[in-house]
C-alpha cells in the first residue's frame, strides 16, 4: 500500500504558515496575513480597515502592498 506524502509546493494555504512570536519580530512592518494572525483577525477585515481607514491601526503602503507597523501592533496588544 502508498502511503501519500503532503505536497510541498509554495502555495501552500496560509492556515498552515507559521508566524513567530510577536515578541521576537524584529522587523518594522508584517504582511497583512501576519498581522491578521497576530489581532486574530481575517486578513480582509484588515484590508477593509485600509481602504476604509476605520481600523484600530493604519497600514503604510510599501511599493502598493501593505505592511503593518509591528510596533503599533505591540501596542494595540499589550506586547513588551
Known amino acids: 500500500m502508498q502511503v501519500l506524502q503532503p505536497c510541498s ?3 501552500q ?3 498552515s504558515q507559521q508566524f513567530p512570536p510577536l515578541e521576537s ?3 518594522p512592518t508584517v504582511e497583512t496575513a501576519s ?3 497576530y489581532l486574530n483577525r481575517r486578513p480582509q477585515t484588515l484590508r477593509g480597515w485600509a481602504c476604509l481607514e476605520n481600523g484600530p491601526l493604519r497600514p503604510v503602503r510599501i511599493n502598493g502592498r501593505l505592511a503593518w507597523p509591528v510596533s503599533e501592533l505591540k501596542k494595540i496588544l499589550g506586547v513588551a
Open 35 to 37: 498581522a491578521a494572525h
Open 9 to 11: 509546493t509554495p502555495h
Open 25 to 27: 519580530v524584529t522587523r
Open 13 to 15: 494555504s496560509r492556515s
